[in-house]
Every structure is written in structure tokens, then in C-alpha cells.
């Protein structure tokens, strides 16, 4: 299970996305070789992204097979996932995804 957020440059927690037992691209067989961002998230550790890198996952979310889509969540999923990347570059801040 991967949680995903906005954090300050401190790491107060701005805005969280509920989350979704699915959204996991390493575990679903993402390749690094062609989603570099999506592909390194960590499902064991903590991951950070800033914006420059969140505009990256969005093209590589965007561009996603229907049946990578379905398996990460689902269309209306990844959606609030590239709201809050999109938000997240809006407010300078970091996006943190976080597995256990």
C-alpha cells in the first residue's frame, strides 16, 4: 500500500489522497525503462517528487495502457492522483508517496 501527499519543505502533511490498494506501479511490473518516474516508486520506502518530476509522471500517467490504468486503480484514481501532482506544483511542494 503506497500513501500519497503533499508536504511543506519541513514535512507537515499539506493535502493527502485517500488511499487505494491497488496504486502500486512496481509491484504491478511497471518498467523503469519506460516510466522512469512512475517506475520508481518505492513500495517499501519513501519516495519524493518535486515539480519538475510531477510533470513527467503526469505525461507518464496520461500515457498509460487501459489495462495499466484498471490495474493501478482505476481512470477515476490515477485522475486524483495527477490533480494533486498538478496541485502540488501549484504550491511549490513536495509529493511523497510512502509505502509500508
Known amino acids: 500500500m503506497i500513501r500519497i501527499s503533499i508536504r511543506s519543505a519541513t514535512g507537515e502533511v499539506i493535502k493527502r489522497l485517500p488511499i487505494s490498494s491497488e496504486f502500486d506501479p512496481v509491484l ?14 518505492d513500495p ?25 490504468v484498471t490495474e493501478l486503480g482505476g481512470r477515476d484514481y490515477l485522475d486524483e492522483v495527477i490533480a494533486l501532482c ?15
Open 86 to 100: 498538478k496541485e502540488c506544483m501549484m504550491t511549490r511542494g513536495f509529493m511523497w508517496f510512502v509505502g509500508d
Open 28 to 41: 504491478i511490473g511497471i518498467k523503469r525503462s519506460e516510466h522512469p518516474i512512475l517506475g520508481h516508486i
Open 44 to 68: 517499501y520506502g519513501t519516495t519524493i517528487y518535486t515539480g519538475i518530476q510531477l510533470e513527467s509522471l503526469i505525461q507518464e500517467i496520461e500515457a498509460l495502457p487501459a489495462e495499466t
